[in-house]
Structure formats: structure tokens, C-alpha cells
């Protein structure tokens, strides 16, 4: 086979240092999602498993047939999003919204609306909607250090050092300090994993506008947006040429289909793809492809041991869970800041859309991210309107 031979310990290496980084970044904010909708541990389990499988069978299919290392990873943003916009919903609810969303994934990608659809929503509006909505997020996430002091400094101040040394590994390591913290003081209780293979968990979609306009808009829209367009950003920059508007509509296929076992939202990685797609991975950029094979096999393993991972994460206190998310948001945080107010021209609009989606404002059943998109917009076109007067 051609990937026996294009093997090599660098490739390998880079795809788990990119599912290390990917998974402990980002994981609890998934599970501050699920919870949000009233997740039963086994549904918990059954989301773990739908987004393992869905992005390991979207990286290790077309990077084999490509022979180019697809990266595929699950819409952190689109998680926080869900988190914060859950209130009133349940998972049904969810599931119609994971549906919808990968519907309007496909439509982008299939009829090659992505590039013109997202040039209708200025990229500082897409931004501040972002910051505000992992703004909220953090928020809860500094607000544990009321309880837990300790924890959430010590984790804070050992990201903040590794940081100085080695910035991939900030966050492994944060989470390494608040895990020892944890186990050293008792809080960890590990009698209750549960190392069973995941049985998935259908739960049968409900579709409503206020759905649609609450949950699987702004989940759309940040996963394009924030997730897809530096995605290809990432492909452009190491040199690849791919065919992005059929991965896109092969992840939201996929998206669909899994959507109803927790599958929330698939898109292009980028933070993890500039792993696999450096020279780290391979000096020879033909063979780089095996690091995302890797990286899709161990994330279909861990999809396969969901209820390990749920059971592992529960068994530290919230506190941890929250806090960790917090510190692994902040780079995206200041990043979507930096921005959206980089441009004097839309610095306001921008703000206002950060403040309406940070404030948590909910009108006529539909939430913040929403009303923070038409504010900012909106505040953008009076300005432009006045500006030619």
C-alpha cells in the first residue's frame, strides 16, 4: 500500500500532537454544549462518538484518495455558541438545529455560495459575534476562580508560562496542572469510568424557527465564518491545492447524517491543520498525508471510547472542566477582538455586535448571537448610509 510507505514516526507524531492539542483545547466546551440541552451521560457519550467517527471518517477518506492531509475537526465556536444559546431548547431541539445547519453547509458547498455568502457579512461583524459569544463562555470560566482559587490561577499562570517556552503545549500542560491539583486534593474521583464501548444515542430531530434562528443560524455561521474560512486559509498557506467546496460539502453530509447521535458541526481545521501540514509532519509535503490519516484514526478510537472520556471528564469537578475551557478560548478570544475592531470604519458596529451577543439579550425567543449579527449589521449600514450623505 502507498501509505506503508510514505510511514514515517515525524507524521504519525504530528497527527497526535494535533489530536492532543485539538481534543484538550476544546473538549469540555462539547460538554458544557451537551449539557446545556440536558444531555443524559449516555447521550454525552453518544456525541463523543458521533463527532470521533464523523471527523475521523471526513480526515482519513479524502486525505487517502487526495494524498493530501484533510483536516477535519469539530466547530469549537459552534460548541459555545450552543452552550450559551441553549436555554428554552432541548435536545431534540438540538438535533433539528445539527440538521439544519449541515443543510446550509451543503447548499454553500455544493453550490458555491460559501465565498459569496460569507463576503455578505463583514468579517468584523463575523468576529465580534464570535468574541462575544466565547466572551460569555470565559466569563463562567473565570468566575469558578471564586470557588476554586487555586485551580483556576494555578491553571491560568501555568498556560500563561508554558506559553513563554512552548505555545502548542499551553494548554496540555494547564490541564496537566489542574488534573494533579485535582487528584492531589481528592476532587477527582475515578471509581465511576466507565471504559465500555459507546452505544450511540438516537435522539429524533425537532425543527422550529426559533430553532433555526436561535441555534442552527448562528452555529452555521460561526462554523463558515470562524472555522471553515481560516481553514482554507490554513490549506492556501502550506501550498495545497484542494477541492474545497467538496470537502465542505462532504463534512456537512456527514454532519447530517451523524447529527442525530450529537454530530453538532464538521468543518475544516486550522490551529490542527497547520500541524499536519508543516514541515514538522514530513520534509516531504507528498507524504505529510499520513499525518492526517493518523489524526483521523485515533479521533475515530477515541469516538469508539466515548463513555471513557465522558466518565474522565466527570470525574473532576466543574471548576476544572469550566476553567480549562476559559484558558484554551483566550488566544481565540483576543484574536477575534484584534479583528473586528482593527478597522476604524466599522470599529462601532463591530462593538455593538460584540456587546448585544455578549449580553446574553434574548427578543422574541431568539438569542444573542442572532441579535448580535443584525445589530452590528444593521449600526454598519446606517454609517455607510450616512458616510455618503
Not at 197 to 204: A, L
Not at 311 to 339: D, E, N, R, S
Request: net charge positive.
Amino acid at each position: 500500500m502507498q501509505i506503508t510507505r510514505d510511514f514515517s514516526i515525524s507524521a504519525v507524531t504530528a497527527g497526535f500532537i494535533a489530536v492532543l492539542v485539538g481534543y484538550t483545547s476544546s473538549v469540555a466546551i462539547v460538554f458544557q454544549a451537551a449539557h446545556a440541552f440536558g444531555a443524559t451521560p449516555a447521550q454525552v457519550s453518544s456525541w463523543m462518538w458521533a463527532l470521533g467517527i464523523g471527523m475521523g471518517f471526513c480526515c482519513v477518506v479524502p486525505s487517502l484518495l487526495l494524498r493530501k492531509p484533510v483536516m477535519i475537526a469539530w466547530s469549537t465556536p459552534g460548541a459555545a455558541v450552543l452552550a450559551v444559546s441553549a436555554s428554552g431548547f432541548t435536545m431534540s431541539d438540538a438535533v433539528g438545529a445539527f440538521m439544519m445547519s449541515a443543510v446550509l453547509i451543503m447548499i454553500a458547498g455544493t453550490s458555491g455560495l460559501f465565498t459569496r455568502l460569507m463576503d455578505r457579512i463583514p468579517m468584523s461583524i463575523a468576529t465580534a459575534l464570535l468574541a462575544g459569544v466565547l466572551g460569555r463562555f470565559a466569563l463562567n470560566a473565570f468566575a469558578g476562580a471564586t470557588l476554586e482559587p487555586l485551580l483556576v490561577i494555578g491553571m491560568l499562570g501555568t498556560y500563561l508560562l508554558a506559553k513563554q517556552f512552548s505555545a502548542r503545549y499551553a494548554v496540555p500542560l494547564a490541564l496537566v496542572f489542574g488534573i494533579a491539583v485535582c487528584v492531589a486534593t481528592g476532587q477527582a474521583d475515578l471509581h465511576n469510568v466507565n471504559t465500555t464501548w459507546v452505544q450511540p444515542v438516537w435522539v429524533s430531530p425537532t425543527f422550529s424557527v426559533n430553532g433555526f434562528f436561535s441555534l442552527a443560524l448562528p452555529l452555521f455561521i460561526v462554523t463558515m465564518a470562524s472555522q471553515n474560512l481560516p481553514g482554507v486559509a490554513a490549506i492556501r498557506a502550506a501550498g495545497y491545492d484542494m477541492p474545497i467546496s467538496r470537502l465542505i460539502t462532504f463534512s456537512g453530509a456527514v454532519n447530517f447524517v451523524l447529527a442525530p447521535f450529537g454530530a453538532f458541526a464538521l468543518n475544516l481545521a486550522a490551529i490542527t491543520a497547520a500541524i499536519c501540514m508543516g514541515e514538522g509532519a514530513h520534509a516531504d509535503r507528498n507524504k505529510r498525508y499520513v499525518a492526517a490519516v493518523t489524526y483521523g484514526v485515533i479521533y475515530i478510537v477515541l469516538g469508539i471510547f466515548g463513555a471513557a472520556v465522558a466518565g474522565l471528564i466527570a470525574a473532576f469537578p466543574k471548576a476544572m472542566v469550566i476553567g480549562i475551557a476559559g484558558i484554551a478560548l483566550l488566544g481565540t478570544i483576543g484574536h477575534a477582538l484584534h479583528t473586528a475592531v482593527k478597522d476604524e470604519a466599522s470599529r462601532e458596529p463591530a462593538l455593538i455586535a460584540f456587546l448585544v451577543t455578549l449580553s446574553g439579550v434574548t427578543l422574541a425567543g431568539i438569542g444573542s448571537a442572532f441579535w448580535g449579527v443584525v445589530a452590528g449589521a444593521t449600526a454598519l449600514g446606517i454609517l455607510k448610509f450616512l458616510r455618503k450623505q
